[in-house]
């Protein structure tokens, strides 16, 4: 059975930084390319970021360039989003999913809030 | 790049059959054959209904349907069930990003 499982929200200040991660199990992890979707409170889906099978490819959504990293370990089959410089339209619940064309496996979502 | 644009709410009776709009641009929609859609119940994590534009995964209805025209692609729902009433979302592929519409409320009266 595909999981992925987020961690790591919470309450931050604007101006500070976040770290998600994304634990996957169930399916061939290194095929897959893994994405953050993001919707903030009563709004549509921003997709976020997206990161390659291998790592080495790496694509951001205007709105998070320069200030969010994505990157992935194989070896402990997780995703991590840093997040800095945050900023109040920042706060939503992140879903991190499998593949960037399509979403076909989402996780259950994890709450960040960036509130002074 | 703006966000796709989609219709805030649409309703129906059970039995009928109900059409989502979603426009984009020929950088997106109209030139891609990479159109998703996901239906999401409050508080919820979307689930995938379509990709590929007409694809349906394993296990969704084949009430679900998908369709493509120019820049616009749609979602029709037929024989509408008390169920399907939820939030859906399109979706397309844009080259190095994914660009999502602001969602549709379906309400099933």
């Known amino acids: 059975e595909v999981q992925l499982v987020e961690s790591g929200g919470g309450l931050v200040q604007p101006g500070g930084s976040l770290r998600l991660s994304c634990a996957a199990s169930?399916?061939?992890?290194?095929?897959?390319?893994i994405s953050w979707v993001r919707q903030a409170p009563g709004k549509g889906l921003e997709w976020v970021s997206a990161?390659?099978?291998?790592?080495?490819?790496?694509y951001y959504a205007e709105s998070v360039k320069g200030r969010f990293t994505i990157s992935r370990d194989n070896s402990k089959n997780t995703v991590y989003l840093q997040m800095n410089s945050l900023r109040t339209e920042d706060t939503a619940t992140y879903y991190c999913?499998?593949?960037?064309?399509?979403?076909?496996?989402w996780g259950q979502g994890t709450l960040v809030t960036v509130s002074s | 790049q703006s966000a796709l644009t989609q219709p805030r709410s649409v309703s129906g009776s059970p039995g009928q059959s109900i059409t989502i709009s979603c426009t984009g641009t020929?950088?997106?929609?109209?030139?891609?054959?990479?159109v998703s859609w996901y239906q999401q119940y409050l508080g919820k994590a979307p689930k995938l209904i379509i990709y590929?534009?007409?694809k349906r995964p394993s296990g969704v209805p084949d009430r679900f349907s998908g369709s493509k025209s120019g820049n616009t692609a749609s979602l029709t729902i037929s024989g509408l069930q008390a169920e399907d009433e939820a939030e859906y979302h399109c979706?397309?592929?844009?080259?190095?990003?994914?660009?999502f519409g602001g969602g549709t409320k379906l309400t099933v009266l």
């Open positions: 999913a499998t593949r960037m064309v399509y979403f076909d496996y």
């Open positions: 169930g399916f061939t992890f290194t095929n897959y390319a």
């Open positions: 990161i390659g099978g291998s790592g080495a490819v790496t």
């Open positions: 020929s950088s997106d929609v109209g030139g891609y054959h990479y």
């Open positions: 590929d534009v007409t």
């Open positions: 979706c397309s592929y844009a080259g190095s990003s994914t660009l």
